[in-house]
């Protein structure tokens, strides 16, 4: 069903926890909107996964395979996004 309550065209989005469950529903539905999705998890097959839906619906996503907790893989990670619009913090 597609998303017509809001238009994130245009938008980047962050989202960790990717790999699957809410992450990837989050991912998924950001995606769906038109936002070009970062995923970020520590597992590499789930995010590959994830993006491959993302773009088997036509959307856009990148991925950044680490753990949360290692500040400065994420520092570096989202700052390899440019301009953040939104950040779903799900892991």
């Known amino acids: 069903m597609p998303v017509t309550a809001y238009d994130l065209s245009g ?4 989202v960790t926890g990717a790999a699957s469950g809410i992450g990837r529903a989050s991912a998924l539905l950001l995606a769906e909107a038109g936002a070009t999705v970062h995923c970020a998890d520590r597992d590499a097959e789930g995010l590959h996964e994830t993006a491959t839906l993302i773009k088997d ?28 619009d939104t950040l779903a913090a799900v892991a």
């Open 11 to 14: 938008r980047t989005a962050f």
């Open 57 to 84: 619906s036509g959307g856009t996503a990148r991925t950044h395979t680490l753990d949360v907790t290692d500040r400065a893989g994420l520092r570096q990670a989202v700052g390899s996004c440019g301009h953040l």
